[in-house]
């Protein structure tokens, strides 16, 4: 037996009504849902840390989530596993018509990914709007990208130099500092939004995606605050001893000791 029909065997049993196990009986696609999410996210670190070891077994957790979602869809009389796999088999295959040629050679250029997915939607009946088929519960930075690729490859509508995109994000600050400054939070809370959405925007024209730089930078402080921490307990101090001005000169310590 090969290791992914062993696997399906055991969620199989896991689902068994009367033998398996009772917190795995009791799941659905919306309970499950969070761990895939939580998965997918845990495959991204290992990548993100360079570490292949962790990988491997983070795909095997997201790879048991898929068999999780297609067994409860098998249960419920829709698809099963295969109907995945081949599903995505021929999605691939319609996808790639410049390597996957009736002669088996090359069938030319790359057609546009992004016409086929189009026409797909369309064909799906999700309308005609470019944005049609982003999911709405994506992390809103990395939505924010995928709306502005959208925008710019279906209609064009997209700054054409890095430096027009540094005008307006220039311009959002402006505005969110005059909604502060008139003490107006709930407009400051829009335009707090629009300069994010910027920041995405702005991710993109230097070829970067936003959460991976977050990312890093979140890594980052966390890297220093620990250094902090361990230089007030090497000095014996409580923050409150060494006010602002002393956690800051630390701060600027750990910058220089710990990147």
């Excluded at 696997?7 to 009504?17: S, V």
């Excluded at 290992?46 to 990988?55: E, H, S, T």
């Excluded at 707090?192 to 936003?210: E, I, K, Q, S, T």
Aim: charged content about 30%; aromatic content about 6%; glycine content about 8%.
């Amino acid at each position: 037996m090969s290791a992914i029909d062993r696997l399906l065997d055991i969620m199989a049993r896991l689902r068994d009504p009367d033998l398996g196990c009772p917190w795995d009986r009791a799941q659905s696609f919306a309970t499950i849902a969070p761990y895939t999410i939580e998965e997918a996210y845990e495959v991204a670190d290992a990548i993100r840390r360079d570490d292949l070891d962790a990988l491997r077994d983070e795909l095997g957790d997201l790879l048991f989530q898929v068999v999780f979602h297609a067994r409860m869809a098998e249960e419920a009389g829709r698809f099963g596993f295969d109907d995945v796999a081949q599903a995505i088999v021929d999605k691939m295959i319609r996808r790639h018509p410049h390597v996957f040629a009736r002669d088996g050679g090359s069938g030319g250029d790359r057609p546009s990914w992004e016409a086929m997915k189009a026409a797909e939607r369309q064909a799906n009946g999700e309308g005609r709007s470019a944005l049609d088929g982003i999911a709405a519960t994506l992390p809103a930075l990395t939505r924010a990208v995928k709306l502005q690729d959208r925008a710019a490859r279906g209609l064009g509508f997209d700054w054409h130099d890095l430096d027009g995109v540094l005008a307006k994000f220039e311009e959002e600050i402006a505005e969110l500092r005059a909604e502060l400054k008139a003490g107006r939070r709930d407009k400051a809370r829009g335009e707090l939004g629009d300069l994010l959405f910027m920041c995405a925007n702005l991710a993109r024209h230097v070829d970067c995606l936003p959460e991976d730089a977050l990312a890093e930078t979140n890594a980052k402080f966390e890297r220093r605050f620990r250094h902090m921490e361990q230089a007030l307990a090497d000095q014996g101090k409580m923050p409150q001893e060494l006010g602002l001005d002393g956690l800051e000169a630390l701060w600027q310590a750990a910058k220089k000791q710990v990147g």
